[in-house]
């Protein structure tokens, strides 16, 4: 008899051990569907703001490094007269990521929409020269030089929107000043960069 308890005693336990362990079992498989779930969420999630990003940072042509648009460029020898409104073009050309800029022409041609930052630097002579940034066919700031001794330098910098295509320049700002208007090589630098697409 007392055989026979243990028995019924085991019998009983493996059927409600076994009950227990189904019923866990199946909470612990829920447990895990409903954590594939968030996580799956997470990651879309994810995915949509490292693509929110690299369009902030690049534009939304994530594929190519169509962000890094930057040149610097100088003069390789002065320049002794510039005619009235014609272009100085910097013809050393430093950097030019992107290749947006011309050492053939001056011109720096925008190939994406965007925010530009231009630098100008010119020295010139003790005589009175006036230097534009020009964007198209509009001055965007305007340069004076003139010096007390041999030289005169200025610079300015403009921060612009700039269309596909826009051009941007440096070039003398017609007959203001006194001929022969000088531009001295390595002093006069023309340096641009865009600071985000639009």
Known sequence: M?????????ALFAHVSSAYIEDRVETLEKEISGLRSSLKDGQDRLDKLTTALSATKCGFDTTENNCKIA?????????????????????TVVTNHGNA???TTGIFTAP?????????????????MEVTLRKNDHNLVLLYSQGTGHYG??????????????????????????APYYVHKWFSTFTGYMLYPL
Not at 3 to 8: D, Q, R
Not at 112 to 128: D, E, K, M, Q, T
Request: glycine residues 8%; proline residues 3%; hydrophobic residues 45%.
């Open 153 to 178: 330098s200025d610079d300015n910098m403009a921060v612009v929107d700039l269309a596909e295509g826009d051009r941007v320049c440096v070039l003398n700002h017609g007959d203001n000043g006194v």
């Open 101 to 103: 800029y011309s050492g």
């Open 112 to 128: 994406r929409p965007g925010v530009y930052a231009f630098y100008v630097h010119i020295l010139g002579s003790n005589r009175v």
């Open 71 to 91: 040149f610097h460029a100088h003069l390789s020898t002065s320049i002794a007269n510039v005619e009235p409104w014609k272009s100085i073009v910097f013809d």
């Open 2 to 10: 007392f055989s026979l308890n243990i028995i019924v005693s085991l």
